[in-house]
């Protein structure tokens, strides 16, 4: 019998905070940003934050019991402990975001899909279907998913309208709205995500490509125009492009002509200036979409998720799982390295049957929402859209049962093979990988069509001359036409999606994106001269900095293998490890020194084994002029792609002001405005590595203006349960000033906490002082911010008293973040990179994408 998950209600053991903690880093050998990223958004855990797994591998013991009960429903069931060897360590079979958080997951009422699509019915532009979009949306984002959805039905600006408005306010309202929904959405610490498309041939397409120019707006949103195959060919011949509303009727109420190089200008200045909007060339979504061949049954395509790897009709989900490569290179660095293809394609036959059996536990999951929305005690009327929301989800998913298996790590398995990144041979090895997958997937599909029965509506000849189809008949005749008399278990099965936090958690490469940095280089300040053999730094006024390296995962594999021992590797100096990556099959192989018409390649070729779409990203030099933009994303086009992101170094941090003139201006000396004795002030938790500290914020006219730190378990013990209060200044006996705490507790009593400084450790006390000094000359805080950033104090870890400073001056400004477009939202650094056509952060692993 197979063991069923505890509800909530029946005993479970709880774990300490810093037991998981432990247990976690020993898992990851040492990785904290792994295991604080586990932590975070993986681990069991109730809303009161108890944790119920210490480590990964009792995360993999609960998929592998829940995907167990499933295939115990059908015939040759697959064992727990034959999945959990799949699962473990993440090395073969990785479920995504939502499902590995979810799956087992009693505690939250939460869907398994990555990611939906919502839509209108008839093309509908009322306000009441615009405002049940709104509403759908944010239902989705409380339970986890992205959203993606098309405004093309919405009329364009000035159209004539049945109400006291008489003409219409456009597109361009309804995208903040869409966007301030979704900023408002937390989902435990993570934002919704959302994707806004338009059609070129709607009247508002420069509005929309326009909309974020400002960096301020639309900032809940990631969008991307659909270009359609006589727009992009316009574009080749500058010529006239007929844009219309509505965009697909016979009769358009709306008809304009246009040179469609104006908006072509638009897209591609934005993605120059910020990487949006996005393109989807959305004829060849069209034409090699399997399930838009179901479009009588509602499956017609309209939008894609927020990261652009699924086409989506309306009200459809997709579920994730990615298949890591990495695991199939037997005698990784050797020259007798090979890709064990027997084992692979046992593997995705497997991967393709869980991901069936994750549309089962799907439709669980909505059967359970839909009971909880029943439950509540609210008026039927305000539970109506919620759940017919559902109810039209939980159709399409019984109606297509649409997988989403992947791949990942394949920047890592071409390195392990010692075949460089962007090479012939990269790409070549990448299409016999990718097209094996689909062969074995399809395979699989067609197999369970057999055992429990292929998707309701599925109709042979409505595939009849299917390109994608056709592709792989042409490599495989006897599959397809044993597909045709058996059908098929899943209407879509295939993408390539990001796996930004996942590969943090399998320690590789991330998607099909090449390593993005090989090594970080830290320093962290040290009391004296270090007494080993590590390399140091000595600054202007003498003090010591231990020097080390933060390295990527492979890298450090690689270079274990050429018989470097673990801490030997941490000594390695800046320039033995320049010679050393010369000499290391990742040479020339990291982001920023791929060439885009190598990635280009590579996405086009992969495409044509992938049955929805690719996430990725082309990086670009700073200096890339506007006109690289176009011809890339018009090679793009030519070479097959479904859609494509670029993402130009630095475009996203400020560039959007250059068009203004800068003003010169003369050094002026400042005087600080004189302390008063008593400052107001705001008192603030933090996390100093495992050791848990406050910071004691002093403001004048509620701007900061002093801050002192402390660890709690010290005389700041008390604080670390009081929220506001003063500090006072005096002197001491000695001549010195002194500072003391001051607040009133709950019975009115006023209580003093004499001589914040008596506790600091020496270091921070400095460092706290220099803070002190530019906040009190006026130095914005935005700066003060990037200072702090700079400080050479601590390691790569998301917990350390330059975040937590960094984090308590934050609160005061007025949104609650760094006001550069690159800024972590979650960890406040200025480290968010464009990788698989998504922001992620390299510091603490925050994806925007989820």
């Not at 709690?712 to 006072?728: N, P, R, T």
């Amino acid at each position: 019998m197979i063991a069923k998950l505890p509800e909530p209600t029946e005993t479970l053991k709880k774990y300490a905070e810093e037991e998981v903690r432990k247990q976690s880093i020993a898992y990851f050998q040492g990785d904290t940003l792994a295991a604080e990223v586990w932590m975070s958004k993986y681990a069991l855990k109730d809303s009161k934050g108890h944790y119920y797994e210490r480590s990964p591998d009792d995360m993999h013991r609960r998929l592998a019991r829940e995907f167990a009960r499933i295939e115990a429903k059908y015939p040759l069931p697959l064992l727990e402990d034959e999945i959990y060897e799949l699962l473990r360590n993440f090395k073969y079979i990785i479920p995504q975001g939502s499902p590995m958080s979810g799956i087992g997951n009693n505690f939250q009422h939460v869907s398994l899909s990555n990611c939906f699509v919502v839509g209108v019915e008839q093309d509908a532009d009322s306000y009441g279907a615009v405002l049940n979009l709104d509403e759908e949306l944010v239902q989705l984002m409380k339970r986890r998913g992205g959203v993606g959805l098309d405004l093309s039905h919405i009329r364009p600006e000035g159209s004539t309208v049945n109400n006291s408005a008489l003409t219409a306010t456009g597109i361009v309202p309804f995208m903040h709205r869409f966007s301030n929904s979704t900023r408002e959405v937390a989902q435990g610490g993570r934002r919704g995500a959302l994707m806004l498309t338009l059609a070129a041939k709607h009247p508002e397409a420069i509005s929309f490509a326009k909309a974020k120019g400002d960096t301020t707006a639309v900032t809940g949103a990631n969008i991307s125009l659909k270009l359609d195959d006589e727009f992009m060919q316009a574009v080749e011949e500058d010529a006239e492009y007929q844009q219309q509303f509505p965009v697909n009727s016979p009769s358009p109420t709306v008809k304009r002509s246009i040179r469609a190089m104006d908006i072509w200008q638009e897209i591609t200045e934005g993605a120059w200036k910020s990487a949006e909007p996005g393109v989807i060339f959305w004829d060849t979504i069209i034409r090699e979409s399997l399930p838009d061949r179901y479009a009588d049954e509602g499956f017609g395509t309209v939008s894609t998720n927020p990261c652009g790897e699924i086409p989506l009709c309306p009200y459809d989900s997709c579920r994730l799982m990615a298949i890591n490569l990495t695991g199939y290179v037997k005698e990784p660095f050797q020259q007798n390295a090979h890709f064990d293809f027997d084992l692979f394609k046992q593997h995705v036959r497997i991967a393709l049957r869980l991901m069936d059996d994750l549309v089962d536990l799907e439709l669980e999951k909505i059967d359970k929402i839909i009971g909880k929305i029943d439950s509540d005690p609210e008026p039927e009327s305000y539970k109506q859209v919620e759940r017919t929301l559902w109810l039209k989800i939980k159709e399409k998913c019984e109606k297509g049962r649409r997988t989403g298996l992947g791949i990942t790590g394949l920047g890592d398995m071409l390195a392990n093979l010692g075949i460089k990144y962007g090479s012939s041979a990269s790409i070549i090895m990448a299409e016999k990988v990718q097209s094996t997958l689909v062969t074995e997937a399809y395979r699989s599909s067609v197999n369970l069509a057999k055992e429990r029965g292929a998707f309701p509506i599925y109709d042979a000849e409505k595939e009849t001359d299917q390109p994608f189809l056709s592709r792989i008949e042409a490599i495989d005749p006897e599959l397809v036409e044993e597909m045709r008399v058996q059908g098929r278990r899943n209407i879509s099965m295939l993408t390539i999606a990001p796996t930004g936090s996942t590969s943090l958690l399998a320690q590789t490469t991330s998607g099909i994106e090449p390593v993005f940095r090989l090594y970080y280089s830290r320093r962290k300040k040290v009391n004296a001269k270090p007494d080993n053999d590590k390399p140091y730094f000595v600054d202007d006024n003498g003090d010591y900095y231990e020097e080390f390296a933060i390295f990527h995962h492979g890298f450090k594999r690689w270079l274990e293998a050429q018989g470097f021992q673990p801490d030997e590797i941490e000594t390695l100096k800046a320039n033995d490890l320049k010679q050393l990556v010369e000499k290391s099959p990742y040479a020339g192989a990291s982001s920023e020194q791929i060439d885009w018409s190598d990635k280009v390649t590579l996405q086009s070729v992969l495409q044509k084994w992938v049955d929805h779409s690719i996430s990725i990203t082309v990086n670009l030099p700073e200096e890339t002029p506007q006109d690289m933009i176009s011809e890339i994303y018009l090679e793009a086009w030519r070479q097959g792609c479904k859609g494509i992101t670029v993402y130009r170094e630095g475009s996203r941090a400020g560039i959007l002001v250059s068009e203004q003139k800068k003003e010169k201006h003369d050094f002026v000396e400042t005087n600080p405005p004189k302390r008063p004795a008593e400052l107001e002030a705001a008192v603030l938790q933090f996390k100093n590595n495992e050791e848990n500290w406050v910071a004691v914020v002093g403001l004048y006219h509620n701007k900061p203006y002093e801050i002192f730190t402390g660890r709690a378990e010290d005389s700041f013990s008390i604080l670390s349960k009081v929220k506001k209060g003063k500090v006072i200044k005096s002197k001491g006996q000695n001549g010195k000033n002194r500072y003391d705490f001051q607040y009133q507790d709950k019975d009115g009593y006023k209580v003093t906490i004499e001589g914040l400084s008596r506790t600091f450790n020496k270091e921070y006390w400095n460092y706290a002082k220099l803070i002190s000094g530019v906040l009190r000359h006026g130095m914005p805080i935005k700066y003060v911010v990037e200072m702090v950033e700079d400080l050479f104090l601590d390691g790569q870890t998301l917990n350390t008293w330059r975040n937590g400073v960094k984090r308590a001056l934050l609160q005061f400004i007025p949104d609650g973040t760094v006001p550069t477009n690159n800024a972590c939202p979650q960890c406040k650094q200025a480290s968010m990179v464009y990788q698989e056509s998504c922001l992620q952060c390299s510091q603490c692993g925050y994806s925007k994408c989820g």
